[in-house]
C-alpha cells in the first residue's frame, strides 16, 4: 500500500482533526514529476485535513514513508542546479545567524540537502558539513560540483547517533514528509547539547497565502503539510526544543528563475544569450510567507 489515513494529528497528536478542504489533482498519480523541487504547477493540494487543537494542516490521506522516499529517491531536478547562485544567497543569512549562536562553529548537518549548496557555503565558513538527501541525482551533484559527500536515504529511517552536531539545518524540508514529528526529534536526538536546529517551511496563515488563496505557490502536490506558529511550535517543543529566534525568510531567485515561472513571459528567456543574461540578474523577494526559526537543544 502506498497511502494510509491518520487519525490522529501527525504534529500533536491530538484525536481532534477534522475535514478541511477537498484535494485539487487525483493524489493516486503522484510521481516524481509532480514532486520536483522547482515544479511550477502549484495551485493543487492533497485532500486537506486540520487539528483543531495545534492548528496543523495536512495531507490526509497521506503518501506512505516509504513511498514518498522511492519517489525523491530517483527524481532529477537540473533546474534546481542551475539557480545555484540565488539558493546560495537564500543561506547566507541563515549561516549568518547560526555563527552568531555558535562563533565555534562546528559540525554542521543538512538535512535534505538537495545538491550541497548550503553545505558548500557552510564549508567555505568553516563548518564541517555534512547531510542527507533522498535524491541519488542529487546526491551525485553534490559530490561533483561541490565535492560534498551527502550520505544517500531518508533521514527518518536511517539509524544515526545521538549528540553528534553543533548545527542542523532543514530547509524546505519537513512539508515534503508524511512524518515531521519524527524528523524534528531525529534532529533533537543528534544535536548536541546547546546545538540548533534550523528550520525553514512556509507559513499558511501568512498574508501571501491569504491574499492568493488557492493560487498560493506553495500550494503544491510535493507538500504533505502546511505550518503555523502554532503547530510549528507544538512540534518543537513536543521534541525538547526551546525556540530561541523566529523571523521571515526572504528568498532570492534570478530573473530568469521568476520569467520561467511565469507563463507569459517565457518567450523572454527562450533565446539562449537573453537567457543567461536573466540567470545573472538576481531578485530578492521579501513575500515572508515561509518561517526561520531556530531552537536549541538546551544543555
Ligand atoms: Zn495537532
Known sequence: MNFDTYSRCPVCTSK??????????DFQTINRDLIKITDSDYGKTWDLWKC??????????????EFIHSLYSTSEDPLYEEEAQGRGKNFIGILTILEKFHPEKGKLFDVGAATGILLDQAKHLGWIPSGIEASQWCVRVAKEKHKIHLMEGDFVAVEMKKNL????????????????????????????????LCLVTPDIESFAARITGKRWWHFRPAHLAYFSMGSISKMLERAGFKIVKVKKYVWTFSAHYLL???????????????????????????????YEIYARKEN
Open 16 to 25: 481532534n482533526i477534522h475535514f478541511y478542504k477537498n484535494g485539487s489533482f
Open 52 to 65: 483543531l487543537d495545534c492548528g496543523h494542516i495536512f495531507a490526509n490521506p497521506y503518501p506512505r514513508q
Open 165 to 196: 552536531f553543533t548545527a542542523v539545518t532543514m530547509v524546505d524540508f519537513i512539508e515534503h514528509i508524511p512524518q515531521p514529528f519524527e524528523a524534528v526529534s531525529k534532529a533533537f536526538k543528534i544535536l548536541s547539547p546547546g546545538g540548533t
Open 260 to 290: 520561467s515561472r511565469l507563463r507569459p513571459f517565457k518567450f523572454l528567456i527562450k533565446n539562449a544569450a537573453l537567457g543567461s543574461f536573466w540567470k545573472k540578474i538576481p531578485i530578492k523577494l521579501a513575500l515572508k510567507d515561509s
